[in-house]
């Protein structure tokens, strides 16, 4: 009997997909290959993860070619094969710098100063061409929206977005474009404390206890940011993401912020280059928000 693969991320597949994993055994290596690149990622492991990736790429084709273990294929040409089947009207993937930097870790090793080329090459060509591959063969075509969390294939999404294009226009590193997502990652690991439990479901002395003591929190920090505002974070979906704005594009007439901390979930942008905090409060954001907070601060 064939033992059921366990996953993190795609928590649904084993059972909806099963004979699709049963008759494509590399197929489970590929996804929880890309689980765990994830997973370094979120502890900023950008190397390991890349070097994951390419395991979770090269374990894709293997299952969509029907090639066994004996065969030894180069990573190049495996590469190369996955951009030759991909749909037509899809871009190709330049998989040159991806390749070296791989080849590098997994037999050289590496320095922090390959962090942020790693998370550019992940975001950039490593997941988007993962996901394109996989749902796009015909030997495999796993439908991702409904296997991942909405919100994990949301924060995904937004990343690749952000690296897609030139993210030095951005003012974002790749590394900082991920910062929701691991945070997301991170908190969707930690189980809740009992007495955490029971101060939500049950309202008790500990639920009161939180409660005071997250108010007193936001209290210090309208008192001491200028121009405050709380927002739903992208994260624990709670309005707890205490923002300060900046006065200069408040005249403008424009919603941008400086900083945020979420007393929920901890997520914390520091100051400087908050191009990611700015983009899910703008697109969250409706255009009746937005005026009646330029409302508050004077501006019509």
């Known amino acids: 009997m064939i033992e059921r693969p366990h996953f993190i991320f795609f928590t649904n597949l084993a059972d909806f997909q099963f004979e699709l994993l049963r008759k494509n055994p590399p197929l489970a290596s590929a996804l929880q290959s890309l689980e765990t690149c994830l997973l370094l990622v979120s502890l900023n492991r950008y190397p390991s993860a890349l070097a994951s990736c ?46 070296i930097l791989r080849n590098n870790i997994v037999h050289f090793g590496y320095t922090p100063k390959d962090d942020d080329l790693a998370a550019k090459l992940i975001f950039s060509i490593g997941l988007p061409a993962f ?16 296997s991942l969390d909405p919100d994990l294939f949301d924060h995904l999404n937004v990343v690749i977005k952000i690296n897609g294009g030139d993210a030095t226009s951005k003012n974002i590193s790749a590394v900082n474009s991920s910062l929701i997502l691991r945070h997301w990652i991170k908190r969707s690991l930690i189980n809740e404390t009992m007495w955490q439990d029971d101060a939500l479901n049950q309202h008790n002395l500990s639920g009161l206890i939180e409660f005071e003591v997250k108010e007193e929190l936001r209290k210090m920090i309208h008192d001491g940011w200028e121009l405050c505002e709380d927002f739903r974070c992208p994260v624990c979906d709670q309005v707890q993401l205490v923002v300060q704005l900046d006065s200069a594009e408040i005249e403008k007439g424009l919603i941008s912020a400086t900083k945020g901390h979420c007393l929920n979930c901890d997520l914390n942008f520091q100051p400087g280059g908050n191009y990611l905090l700015n983009y899910f409060i ?17 501006v019509k």
């Open 131 to 146: 996901f394109l591959y996989i749902q796009s063969h015909p030997e495999l075509h796993i439908d991702f929206i409904s």
């Open 282 to 298: 703008n697109r969250n954001l409706g255009v009746e928000e937005k005026e009646k907070i330029l409302k508050n601060y004077g």
């Open 54 to 99: 390419a395991m979770a790429l090269e374990s894709a084709w293997k299952a969509a070619s029907k090639k066994g273990p004996e065969k030894n294929d180069n990573f190049a040409e495996i590469l190369g094969d996955i951009n030759a089947t991909l749909p037509k009207e899809a871009p190709s993937f330049d998989f040159k710098n991806f390749r």
